[in-house]
């Protein structure tokens, strides 16, 4: 087993909910022994800050944050401002996740050079959070000289993670980012392939020595019902594969299984896309299954080298129910094979 240090593990949650809904699975997943809560970004939910600040409401230890922004629809400026207030509200436990984002394409978003944006992006929330008025100046933003936050931010830094499976993206992350997350994959292949990437930047000759953790999220349904728990699971992760299903370089998914997938989705049959995602593909993309073959999967990433994993939305046939066999029945499996 290879990491850069301690391994934590963290719960993702959908921005979906009522405010009361996360606060109740912030605080198990607090009592539980969770490290980290995200709450995802995706396009037509709910923006992630208002659950976050909910969550913050009811939990005095787990850091929190999104997973993940995007510069497009949201100005880094914007977005410095939100983790600023985050950091406040959660006594100084926010960290910032930063994306290219997917399915804006469909809005008409300016997407080219995705990968340089990001880092620009993270450039100008560095540089508020720290207070310089130097200003940032960036092919895509900017940050004029004098520029900064009309608040005082509780921290000059927060950690950045930022989501990526491209290499371009990871090499220029090493370069200001605490973490990387490949998101959406429980594959333990991409570990060492992420930390190659990685490496090209933060080896030898570097002007940083510490090493970039790599967070491995996925959709996670866990129940009792190994069979009941991977059928949900299909229809979860259908969506998300028509988007990541080409990006895993250690598989071959073939085109016509993501196009038809595509087609089902788009007609709103998520079941019969569903039904097409076969058992060997749900575990490269999915935690799906009994308590112990989730436990399995993830141990399998940790022996690849993971440093936090992330159980991704719906957690189990309820959110609620797949939180609590997470945090009974999973993490002590795991936490004992760290001890």
Known sequence: MTTTGAVRFGLGFQSDKSPAEYERLAAAGERYGFDVLSVFGDLYFQPPLPALLAMARVTERVLLGPACLNPFT????????????????????????????????????????????????????????????????????????????????????????????????????????????????????????????????????????????????????????????????????????EVVGGLDRTLTVEPELLSLLGQRLAAGDRAGAGALVPDDLLARFAFAGTPSEVSAQALELLDAGADRIEFGTPHGLTDAAGVALLGSEVLPVLRAELA
């Open 74 to 241: 949201v100005h880094p400026v914007e977005i410095a401002g939100q983790i600023a207030a985050l950091d406040v509200a959660s006594g100084g436990r926010a960290y910032l996740g930063l994306a290219r984002g997917s399915w804006l394409g469909e809005l008409g978003v300016d997407q080219r050079d995705g990968a340089q944006a990001v880092a620009e992006a993270a450039a100008v929330v560095v540089a508020l959070l720290a207070g310089r008025t130097d200003g940032v100046e960036g092919r895509r933003f900017r940050l004029p000289p004098g520029a900064r936050l009309r608040e005082q931010p509780l921290r000059d830094r927060v950690p950045v993670l930022v989501g990526t499976w491209s290499p371009r993206l990871s090499g220029l992350a090493a370069d200001f980012a605490d973490e990387v997350k490949i998101g959406g994959s429980a594959n333990p292949a991409m570990v060492p392939l992420m930390r190659k990437w990685l490496s090209a930047r933060t080896g030898p000759g570097s002007h940083r020595s510490d090493p970039v953790g790599i967070v491995m999220g996925a959709v996670t349904v866990v129940d009792a019902d190994g069979h009941a728990a991977r059928r949900l699971a299909r229809q979860e992760v259908a969506m998300y594969l």
